[in-house]
């Protein structure tokens, strides 16, 4: 059925939305259908978008509106056997949490059938880290995708055509039309991909603070609840980590560079905070869908994974699988360090001194993604190409005592000259008093698949 054929007014739609109105199931399914199909203009799209950002909608519209995305193309279906579990993150600076968490799950035995994004702003996201290493194909049609899944455990891919195709045209023109940060439409757009991979479970990791679209945890959590209601209402128990997203999680902010970190991760080294969100997260799920008893035998499972190098080992199956050379896979996964032989370096290095004496009280991850994006590490319009060797690896840690002239952060570059951004740079670098210093977990807190109300 064509938009035209229906009796529904459109223009009426729009208007019964910008007047406050609620929209019926029958009335949202008509609008999804008019966004697939291309019988709706993209004006009147973007005015029902304006419409539903300003009015928003009440919890039956949008759990409509999501059922509807997500049947707006093809659905993964699995074997009744299977665990299928996905994480989501609603993005930080540094995140590279889904490159050794979804291997650490595949290793206990669960199916992951990550769908990610590309970055827009700060950084790559993390199909841009992936495709940083020579022959990553992300491209993987339905088949493919089942196959990796039953031979590998886990893949990392991008949305194919026809897996929710209505978010793919949304997501386009909330961006041309500044609604991206309204909630149905935040909210419809995650769980209709999360709901088309035929998820038994999903944990979002939903963060807040400076250099995240939340600011505060309260409005973190109001997110996290309604994206829990939804979830859980189209059959994928979901359940939400809050974290504390103000300085870079781990010690590398970029493409490339995230990718040597996450391999180090993988390999039982690395930063403590990325260790604790990834077995964090992976305990959750680990929990949430009946594998372990407890979220501490979940952790400890996760850990142990990364410890004896069983997620390793998927890690390499995957990137083999999906288009990886043998060699380079397995070079990347031995004890070599020289990560960079299978990725483009960055032509220049250049570190930046420590302007005082004292103790490290924080890294402005927002400020120093702003410069990174700058000099090419992201993107300001979808599609646009982007340098996937531009990144930056942090030198120091929070709480750390260090000296004047010593190097605090080393900046992968391209061009020839990085001084202009000198002063951007220093100021992402808060030095003061030990006493001053406060650390906290990455972890804020774990809203529950059973009572999102509850934390």
């Known amino acids: 059925m064509s938009f035209k054929d ?58 409509a509106l999501t059922r509807e995305m997500m049947n707006s193309g093809e659905t993964f279906k699995w074997p009744k056997e299977w665990l299928v579990v996905d994480k989501h993150s609603t993005g930080g600076v540094g995140d590279k949490v889904s490159l050794p968490l979804a291997p650490a799950l595949a290793a206990c035995g669960c199916k992951v059938p990550m769908i990610s994004g590309r970055g ?16 990553f194909n992300v491209n993987q049609s339905v088949e493919q995708v089942k196959q990796i899944l039953e031979d590998v455990g886990c893949c990392i891919v991008g949305q194919t055509e026809n ?53 505060d945890v309260d409005s973190a959590r109001h997110l996290a609840q309604s994206l829990i209601t939804v979830g859980n209402k189209l059959g994928v128990k979901t359940g939400a980590v809050l974290s504390r997203m103000d300085s870079p999680i781990g010690q590398s902010v970029g493409n490339a560079v995230e990718v040597c970190e996450a391999l180090e991760c993988l390999k039982g080294r690395g930063s403590d905070d990325l260790k604790e969100l990834v077995t964090n997260l992976g305990g ?129 570059h391209s061009c020839p000259d990085l001084s202009t951004h000198y002063s951007d740079l220093q100021k992402a670098l808060v030095i003061g008093s030990l006493k001053e210093c406060k650390s906290a977990s990455r972890v804020a807190e774990f809203i529950h698949p059973d009572n999102p109300n509850m934390s």
């Not at 961006?175 to 979002?204: F, M, Y």
């Not at 050379?325 to 001194?353: G, I, P, W």
């Not at 300001?380 to 000296?403: C, M, N, P, R, Y």
């Open 6 to 63: 229906n009796t529904i007014s459109f223009p009426e739609l729009i208007k019964l939305k910008r007047d406050g109105g609620q929209l019926s199931p029958a009335e949202i399914g008509t609008f999804v259908h008019g966004v697939t199909s291309g019988d709706i203009q993209n004006s009147q799209i973007g005015a029902m978008l304006m419409a539903i950002w300003q009015k928003g909608m009440t919890g039956e519209e949008t759990i």
């Open 120 to 135: 827009l702003a700060h950084t790559g996201g993390t199909l841009d880290k992936l495709e940083s290493i020579r022959g």
């Open 163 to 215: 897996l929710v195709p209505a978010d793919r045209v949304l997501y386009a023109i909330r961006d041309a039309t500044s609604t991206v940060d309204s909630h149905p439409l935040i909210i419809s757009s995650i769980i209709s991909k999360k709901g088309a991979e035929g998820l038994s479970t999903l944990v979002l990791d939903v963060k807040f603070g400076r250099a995240a679209l939340y600011k």
């Open 284 to 412: 959750h799920l680990l929990c949430m869908c009946g594998h372990s008893c407890t979220l501490e035998s979940g952790k400890k499972e996760i850990a142990l994974k990364l410890e004896n190098g069983e997620a390793l080992k998927k890690f390499e199956a995957m990137l083999m699988a999906q288009g990886v050379s043998a060699d380079v896979a397995h070079s990347l996964c031995s004890n070599e360090t020289d990560y960079f032989k299978h990725m483009k370096r960055a032509a220049h290095q250049t570190e930046l001194e420590v302007p005082d004496n004292g103790a490290i009280l924080d890294i402005d991850g927002l400020a120093l993604a702003e410069v990174l994006h700058k000099l090419g590490a992201g993107r300001t319009k979808s599609g646009e190409e982007i340098d996937h060797s531009v990144g930056a690896e942090i030198l120091v840690k929070i709480g750390q005592q260090i000296q004047k002239g010593e190097s605090w952060i080393r900046i992968h």
